[in-house]
């Protein structure tokens, strides 16, 4: 009468509260998530949630099942967990580089959770500030690189982790703080702080302001994120933080973050392996673990639909 299923599939509508996001999470359609649905609540009698609820409403049926997913599926994960170390062995190496700093806030979570699970894996992690990454990636010094600017490269596969939107942060009483989104021009009398990367590998010049034609009056750099938001706080310049690094600031009213264009800058999260890495097995735990725990804290994170690269 259950099927497992089901229990994933309740599991994602209440995680994302969206019957959209729940069937690209599940990458199903969205008119094959409502037959899934309507197949669970004829197999029970009842409905399992309220219908155009916002946010959505379960029934105690729904709830019922809830309970049992919360049981179940973490079970389920552990044994194949149990698994793959079976099957590949649960020993190996896991080094990762970071080219996000605001990625810590979810990533030290997942570490944690990996670490428990494959305590027999070497795990190492860097910031990807210090040196160029992708090239360690190749060369096999590094195992994994969370980027969100994927290079082409031979024997380099790029998996995605999810998609968000890349806001501008702006102190309280700055002149721009009432405009509904933000042009390139409004960046040209700014001093716009970002990361110690190339320019070519930021995506506020190559995707906003380098097809405008627009440069910022000055760039500065600065490697930790806290010092950036310090920086804006003060009036000392402007920033693009991915909206859960930003926030994470705005919503204590620390700064105020503003939408990049009409339709806002869209961008998306990758883990960068070297493609025979892809079916060892702590690896592919690594990335399904990454995903839940980004989409549980995380604000404003979408699915990352499209192939893996």
Request: charged share 25%.
């Given at each position: 009468?259950?099927?497992?299923?089901?229990l994933?599939?309740?599991?994602?509508l209440?995680?994302?509260d969206s019957?959209?996001?729940?069937?690209e999470?599940l990458h199903?359609?969205?008119?094959a998530?409502?037959?899934?649905?309507?197949d669970?609540?004829?197999?029970?009698?009842?409905?399992?949630?309220?219908r155009?609820?916002r946010?959505?409403?379960f029934?105690?049926?729904?709830?019922?099942?809830l309970?049992?997913?919360?049981?179940?599926?973490p079970?389920?994960?552990?044994t194949?967990?149990?698994?793959?170390k079976?099957a590949?062995?649960?020993?190996?190496?896991l080094?990762i580089?970071?080219?996000?700093?605001?990625?810590y806030?979810?990533?030290?979570p997942?570490?944690d959770?990996?670490?428990?699970?494959?305590?027999?894996v070497e795990l190492?992690?860097?910031?990807g500030?210090?040196?160029?990454?992708?090239p360690?990636?190749?060369?096999?010094?590094?195992?994994l690189v969370?980027?969100?600017?994927?290079?082409?490269l031979?024997?380099?596969?790029?998996?995605?982790l999810?998609?968000?939107e890349?806001?501008?942060?702006i102190?309280?009483?700055h002149a721009?703080r009432?405009k509904?989104y933000?042009e390139?021009?409004d960046i040209?009398?700014q001093?716009l702080?970002?990361?110690p990367i190339e320019?070519?590998r930021?995506?506020?010049?190559?995707?906003?302001?380098d097809?405008?034609?627009?440069?910022p009056?000055q760039?500065?750099?600065?490697?930790l994120t806290v010092?950036?938001?310090?920086?804006?706080?003060?009036?000392?310049g402007v920033?693009r933080?991915?909206?859960?690094?930003?926030?994470?600031y705005?919503?204590?009213?620390?700064v105020?973050?503003?939408r990049?264009?009409?339709h806002?800058?869209?961008?998306?999260?990758y883990?960068?392996?070297?493609s025979?890495?892809?079916?060892?097995p702590?690896?592919?735990?690594f990335?399904?673990?990454?995903?839940?725990i980004?989409?549980?804290?995380l604000?404003?994170?979408?699915?990352?639909?499209?192939?893996?690269?």
């Amino acid at each position: 009468m259950i099927d497992l299923r089901h229990l994933r599939t309740l599991h994602a509508l209440r995680e994302t509260d969206s019957l959209h996001e729940a069937a690209e999470r599940l990458h199903l359609t969205q008119s094959a998530l409502s037959h899934q649905f309507r197949d669970m609540e004829e197999r029970i009698g009842m409905p399992l949630f309220v219908r155009k609820s916002r946010p959505v409403r379960f029934t105690s049926a729904g709830l019922k099942l809830l309970q049992l997913a919360d049981q179940v599926l973490p079970q389920i994960r552990s044994t194949e967990r149990d698994l793959g170390k079976l099957a590949g062995g649960s020993a190996g190496r896991l080094h990762i580089a970071i080219e996000c700093h605001s990625c810590y806030q979810w990533l030290m979570p997942c570490v944690d959770e990996f670490r428990s699970a494959w305590p027999e894996v070497e795990l190492d992690l860097a910031s990807g500030f210090s040196f160029p990454p992708l090239p360690a990636l190749e060369r096999g010094d590094l195992d994994l690189v969370v980027t969100s600017d994927p290079v082409t490269l031979p024997g380099i596969t790029y998996v995605p982790l999810f998609g968000y939107e890349a806001l501008l942060a702006i102190d309280n009483h700055h002149a721009l703080r009432d405009k509904p989104y933000l042009e390139p021009s409004d960046i040209a009398h700014q001093t716009l702080i970002t990361y110690p990367i190339e320019r070519t590998r930021l995506d506020i010049f190559t995707r906003f302001l380098d097809p405008a034609d627009v440069e910022p009056a000055q760039v500065r750099t600065s490697e930790l994120t806290v010092m950036m938001m310090q920086l804006v706080a003060s009036g000392r310049g402007v920033c693009r933080p991915p909206n859960w690094g930003g926030h994470e600031y705005s919503s204590r009213g620390y700064v105020t973050a503003k939408r990049l264009g009409e339709h806002g800058l869209q961008a998306r999260l990758y883990a960068a392996l070297r493609s025979d890495m892809l079916e060892v097995p702590y690896v592919s735990d690594f990335l399904l673990t990454a995903k839940d725990i980004s989409f549980t804290t995380l604000a404003g994170v979408s699915v990352a639909s499209g192939p893996v690269r």
